[in-house]
């Protein structure tokens, strides 16, 4: 009988999940894009990268457009059951409560795998792929930001003043102040500069000539007059703080990429489980017909599972917990919840 319900329900759940999925992921695939596009917007991206990034966004979104959709999909499933009262007919035939059960728990495990398989061997190039795209224009954009007749103090331990600037980034009467380790500082002026990014790392070059450096250390100074010379502004600091907003970079997680990108897949996979598990607490506990209250109770329980997902990173990145205990610790708390809140409020509802 379980095989058969599974085959019944499945053709049932199949046109309402690939509706929802083709739905959901475009629009976070757009939604994404916005979020993002701070990154982006203040550079001149090409249409190549912007296509890219698009295409990239698409496995990405999926992490969350699968439970999405499967959500939509049993939702569908328990409306119909309801209102066809075909949870009673099913009882009355002697079908067992475990039996209605076994095609939603059988389409959760078949999400939950997706998910898992996507969360752990896609998403990381994606993302790795994103980031690349990203630090080539941030670092473009850190350059093309600076403004003339102004400080422009963005880089850490660093502010830039100067004149004016043409396109081709050559800058006019430009003054440089860098806080050294230490109780240095030093001081640069130069009638021509040319700054560039640098291609390998992240940081900046800039091209002098004609100037002069005032260097102060230890309470010694030194003044020194130069035709040319370059030096390197490190921006990495600034760069990764810029890219960090972008789902798995974990900035604050140093050393933890591999571990954290793991349980993250974990955490967000297993809510396909969470969402059926919510689904058979609260709508196929008893026979009578579903209210709205109880749909509101639903999305309730789904969005306080999302909610444990910012706890355990803040549990993490303050350092609190390692990222297996907290991700771990978490779901334990969120299942006592659920058994509490099922015993005093669920069944006494039902």
């Keep these: 009988m379980n095989s058969i319900l599974i085959q019944y329900y499945l053709r049932r759940a199949t046109y309402s999940f690939i509706f929802s999925f083709l739905i959901s992921t475009i629009l976070l695939v757009l939604l994404s894009f916005v979020k993002y596009s701070d990154i982006f917007i203040s550079t001149r991206i090409s249409s190549v990268d912007i296509l890219r990034i698009i295409l990239l966004l698409f496995p990405v979104s999926m992490e969350f457009s699968v439970p999405l959709s499967m959500m939509v999909s049993l939702l569908y499933i328990v409306y119909v059951m309801n209102i066809n009262n075909e949870i009673l007919a099913l009882e009355l035939v002697g079908v067992s409560r475990f039996e209605i059960s076994a095609p939603f728990i059988f389409l959760s495990l078949v999400a939950f795998a997706v998910n898992m398989l996507l969360s752990i061997f896609v998403f990381p190039i994606t993302i790795q792929e994103m980031k690349e795209v990203a630090v080539k224009y941030v670092r473009v954009e850190l350059i093309d930001s600076l403004s003339g007749n102004r400080i422009n103090d ?8 100067f004149k004016s600037k043409n396109a081709d980034r050559h800058f006019r009467n430009l003054y440089l102040f860098q806080k050294k380790i230490g109780d240095g500082n030093m001081l640069v002026f130069a009638k021509d500069a040319d700054i560039s990014p640098d291609n390998e790392k992240l940081s900046i070059d800039i091209r002098l000539e004609n100037g002069r450096i005032m260097d102060t250390n230890k309470g010694m100074m030194r003044d020194i007059i130069y ?24 900035g604050n997680v140093p050393n933890r990429d591999r571990d954290m990108s793991v349980f993250d897949a974990i955490y967000l996979s297993l809510v396909n489980i969470w969402i059926a598990a919510m689904i058979i607490l609260i709508f196929l506990n008893r026979v009578h017909s579903a209210g709205y209250l109880r749909y509101l109770l639903f999305l309730i329980f789904v969005a306080i599972y999302y909610v444990g997902f910012k706890s355990y990173h803040t549990i993490v990145e303050n350092g609190f917990m390692s990222v297996a205990s907290g991700c771990v610790s978490v779901i334990m708390l969120l299942v006592l919840c659920v058994i509490i809140l099922n015993r005093l409020v669920i069944n006494r509802w039902a």
């Design 154 to 161: 963005e880089i850490p331990d660093t502010m830039i003043f």
């Design 227 to 250: 035709k040319s010379g370059t030096l390197k502004i490190d921006g990495a600091d600034l760069i990764e703080k810029r890219v960090k907003n972008i789902r798995g970079i974990y």
